[in-house]
């Protein structure tokens, strides 16, 4: 019976992982993986540098000191007394995510939803066609089906 069990778990597992989803999945992951490195590239090349020319340093470097003075050790760039802020680093996070949702909506999201909006209208209109041809396909057998009872002289219905 284990033998069974064991046989019906690796059969349901190697069906698993030949569905097609889990293999779309995958793809996008690596290709999330990738773009992700490139968004932060580009929010660490281009976006810092600039908000660095309106400021004084990189974006990610902009800091507060919530208590105390804060004293930096040169060697190893941590905080040695006050507690230090970094919203700097939060708000190049904040811009790689918001870079990252507006190049998907615009070049993924929305082409494809237009995509499919005009396949569902040709798929109505298709529709819309073959429901036309029923009906008319009714009609002359009704008018069939009347011509054929005045023909035999009883009653049309």
Known sequence: ????????????????????????????VV????????VNAFVKGVINPLVGAFGTKDLESYSSCLKGPCVTDPKTGEATEGI????????????????TAAV????????????LAKRAAMQAAKD???????VSELEVLKE?????????????G
């Open 1 to 28: 019976m284990s033998e069974k069990k064991k046989v019906s778990l690796l059969e349901g597992f190697k069906a698993f992982l030949t569905r097609g989803n889990v293999i779309d999945l995958a793809v996008a």
């Open 31 to 38: 290709i999330g993986a990738a773009f992700t490195q490139i």
């Open 84 to 99: 230090r802020i970094l919203w700097g680093s939060v708000l190049s996070a904040a811009l790689s995510f918001l870079i």
């Open 104 to 115: 998907v909506y615009f070049l993924l999201i929305l082409p494809m939803s237009r995509y």
């Open 128 to 134: 819309g066609v073959q429901e036309t041809l029923e």
């Open 144 to 156: 069939i089906r009347d011509a054929l009872v005045a023909q035999r002289g009883g009653p049309t």
